[in-house]
């Protein structure tokens, strides 16, 4: 009979009411007052673990019921544990008493293998987690869990000394015991794997202060607490950089969105991140979004919170027009069978097995903090790099982008990268950001800037967009509406100029609209166009400063380009062609101009109209609405 049996007869011998099936059981605990099972019973290779909920000691629990220590060892002197080659032939014995005397015996001179040595060499093989423990017992724990667990023989100070080469490349987990002896055992764990495995996380148990504490009280593996920030033994490593392969960066949405890493979306809350974000997305699962992957369907992987999927979500996803059979919710199943959110860095491994088994090209994290795990300050730069700095290396691996959807603060700076809330590791890590904001010359316009691109340029065209109601579907309870992204064309106007026009004070932004009308009849008069030079200095004459001229020009949408020889910059009104003497490279409105043969821009654009409402000028006609512009 095993101990796990003997203990559960013991108890209904004591009319503790047990409950439950297989391993772990439930039942009244003889120690104290219980009417409901209060006392977990579980059944380990060859011994029982109990733990009270309520408290209690175990050595009062069992002596409640008639029995000592020796009771939950299936053989009352102890545990007998054993050390095996590669080939699983026993080498080594560690011997275990319940009072928790050990003892060696075998090749006690060698060094020492690690325990359950086959499993963990088929476990790095799969690319499965190992669980680095610091006791026989608490592997055994874990392994009654599914999970595959090593220890080094004779517990704390020793794994320094065992031969850890079989971790060489796996996912490791360290869970010491919460004690001074666990945190010298941690600090030996970590000195031996740094730079030995391909990833190393700490973590502690929830119940208790070791892995069988946990176990015992019914936890399982995804409730162990990650441990966030953890000093290690570190080295430095060196390499030639001749060695190092060049590549080029590739680009999930050309030159803006590069693929194998991470990029922020921000913006304000309700300002119309998510419906772009769905428009790249349903791109993608059509291959229509321009960048590497056109021309072929991928995959989208989507973890959203704030969003109703069958309210919100898949209506956008339609009005994009994605395939929908490309698009993934990705969900946690706790190994209690209970569904969860995805949460950072604990899911990376399982996040990044997913990816790769769905040809994903892009996961959405909307948004981003929510993901984090719960126990991180979001405001703290060491923490937050916890989460971002590994979820960077599972984009490079998995060869997609990372979209995290993020929200801004209310403060009028002009810097887009300041506005995002929470810590500065953030924007540092993500190597691109894109910015949606309100036009400020227009509530009913968006603009989608680039105020970072460490991968490539900056200097890229602000694309414009309005959010329309579209109809998706008619149902049994009635019909679908949603919102889609209108796309209008490119501005030249970046983030920053107009962060600084929507911070301008009544008087700026009254200073501006004057400069506007300045503006506007300067250039009428000069034929539509007029050296920039000559447009500050008459500007200043009138008592425009430099800065409410730019903001002016921006208002009029008029140009800003360089031309001719010596060459010179032109402001020049919408829908004027810019026509020089190549000879005379003379000012347009001079001797030089040549007569325009037409508008180069919509053909409707003959003249500006100032808009009575806000003196912004009519815009062009939008454009196809489904397509996002090739930047």
Known sequence: MTAFERLLAALDAHGSKVTGSGSRRMAQCPSHEDRDPSLSVTAIEGQALIHCHAGCRTDDVLAAIGSVMGDLFDDPRGARYAYTDAAGTPTRFVHRTPDKAFKQSGDTKGRPQLYRLPAVIEAVTAGTTVYVVEGEKDVHALESLGAVATTSPMGAGNFGKVDASPLSGAHVVVVPDQDKEGRR????????????????????????????DHVAA???????????????????????????KVRPVK???AKRVPLGTLVLLAGREGIGKSTVAYTLAGQITRGDLPGVYTGQPRGVIVAATEDSWEHTIVPRLIAAGADLDRVHRVDVATSEGVDTGL?????????????????????????????????????????????????????????????G???????????ALTTIMGSRAFAAVARAVLFVMTDPDDDDVRLLGQPKNNLGSVNLPTLTFRIESAHVADTEEGPVWTGRVNWLGESNRSISEALESASDSIEGRSATAEAADWLLDHLTSHGGTDDSASIKAEGGKAGHSLSTLKRARHR????????GFPRRTYWTLPGIPIQLDQHSGSN????????????????????????????????????????????
């Open 218 to 244: 019914g936890r399982g593996l995804d409730e162990l607490v990650t441990v966030p920030t953890v000093t290690g033994h570190r080295s430095v490593r060196l390499t030639v950089a001749s060695s190092i």
């Open 185 to 212: 055992y941690l600090d030996d764990a970590l000195a031996v794997l740094d730079g030995l495995t391909a990833s190393v996380r700490v973590a502690r148990p929830k119940v208790g202060k070791d892995a069988a």
């Open 405 to 415: 959807l993020i929200h801004v603060n209310k403060s009028v700076s002009t810097d």
């Open 588 to 631: 347009p409105g001079e001797s030089g101009l040549t007569e325009p043969t037409g508008p180069t821009g919509p053909t409707h654009v003959q003249s500006v109209q100032l808009d009575q409402s806000d003196q912004a000028p009519a815009r062009d006609e939008p454009i196809a609405d489904s397509a996002v512009p090739n930047p």
């Open 343 to 403: 949460s950072l860095p604990r899911d990376l491994r399982a996040l990044e097995e997913a990816a790769l088994s769905v040809d994903c090209a892009l996961i959405l994290l909307d948004p981003l903090m929510s993901r984090l795990d719960g126990k991180l300050d979001t405001h703290k730069d060491a923490e937050v790099r916890t989460a971002l700095e590994p979820l960077v290396a599972v984009a490079g691996r998995a060869k997609a982008a990372i979209l």
């Open 251 to 253: 680009w999930l949405w």
């Open 556 to 563: 009029l949408r008029a140009t800003s380009e360089a031309s």
